[in-house]
């Protein structure tokens, strides 16, 4: 009987192993390891610290430039596209309703659920993003990556942790190369900042990734558009109902304190859908043909 619990421990305990070796995270915890089994659950824990964002490198690489919004939307229609995680599916709804009914504006979705900057090892996004706009290119790319993101990030054979400095470095590269990516096929990029977020562990984890994506949209100079202060309350917590313009709380959140309704998808998509008419002067009112003499 002893035996065959032996064997069973022994199986499991290679399982395990084999399953940390496949995975970024998984070969940074063979590292360092840390208490796995019996641990206390997250929700349990005291609040982890917040993580400084360390500054990153401002030296921006060179990218090409890209022929005004305003000179594209006067030469035909105007293909916008929203690429990210699943925050990018909302936030493609609420563009989508916000634009739908301005003529020669299209929005179409890129995004992709459960995908992100930190794991190239499970879909490499550099590699999606250059096929998809062989396949269908577009003019303007709204991107909006970062709720899967707090993992290591395997580069040049090194795992480097969540929150370390080569984190940092890694993650800035993959946001340039990905803008790079999309200058070189003449795509104006606007970036957005993820919203505040319920737990607070978790919002220091976000925070730092939008300081690490600020940081480089403004070397880079890409409109980087802020939304935590637009999905905070007026203390700059987290609350799930907010004021909308009229002062009538709405539910703004989705139950699991990260995603949001879609009241809160277009509250999201406003500060963006404004930018980008601003920006291809889509905002400016139509002039009135003269009427022709009697």
């Known amino acids: 009987m002893r035996a065959g619990v032996n064997a069973l421990t022994a199986t499991f305990v290679v399982g395990v192993l084999a399953g940390l070796v496949l995975t970024p995270d998984g070969r940074a915890w063979l590292r ?5 089994l019996g641990d206390k659950a997250a929700a349990s824990a005291p609040p982890a610290p917040t993580i400084p964002a ?3 490198a401002a030296v921006a690489p060179a990218l090409p430039a890209v022929t005004p919004l305003s000179v594209r939307a006067a030469q035909g229609p105007l293909r916008i596209g929203v690429f990210g995680d699943s925050m990018a599916d909302g936030l493609y709804a609420g563009l989508y309703r916000d634009l739908q009914n ?6 179409s979705k890129f995004s992709q659920v459960s995908t992100g900057l930190s794991r190239y090892d499970y879909v490499d996004i550099q590699a999606k993003t250059r096929g998809q706009l062989d396949a269908e290119p577009v003019d303007v790319a709204v991107m909006l990556f970062g709720t899967n993101d707090a993992q290591g990030i395997e580069m040049d054979g090194q795992v480097h942790p969540f929150g370390s400095d080569g984190w940092k470095i890694a993650y800035a590269k993959r946001v340039d190369d990905l803008v790079a990516l999309l200058r070189s096929r ?3 990029v606007y970036w957005v900042g993820l919203p505040r977020m319920k737990r607070d562990t978790f919002e220091a984890r976000m925070a730092l990734i939008n ?3 600020e940081a480089r949209m403004k070397a880079l100079g890409v409109p980087y558009i802020e939304t935590r202060a637009l999905t905070s309350n007026g203390d700059g917590g987290y609350e799930a ?3 909308t313009d009229s002062g009538r709380r709405t539910l703004m959140r989705a139950n699991d304190g990260i995603h949001m309704s879609m009241a809160g998808y277009l509250r999201l998509s406003a500060p963006v859908s404004a930018r ?3 920006d291809a002067g889509l905002d400016r009112p139509v002039a009135q043909a003269a009427a022709p003499a009697a």
Do not use: E
């Not at 360092?32 to 796995?36: A, I, S």
């Not at 301005?102 to 929005?107: A, K, L, R």
């Open 186 to 188: 003449d795509v104006v």
């Open 211 to 213: 300081g690490v994506v």
């Open 32 to 36: 360092h390891p840390t208490l796995m």
């Open 102 to 107: 301005t003529p020669n504006v299209t929005v």
């Open 276 to 278: 980008l008419k601003r």
């Open 54 to 56: 360390a500054p990153v």
């Open 241 to 243: 109902y907010l004021p």
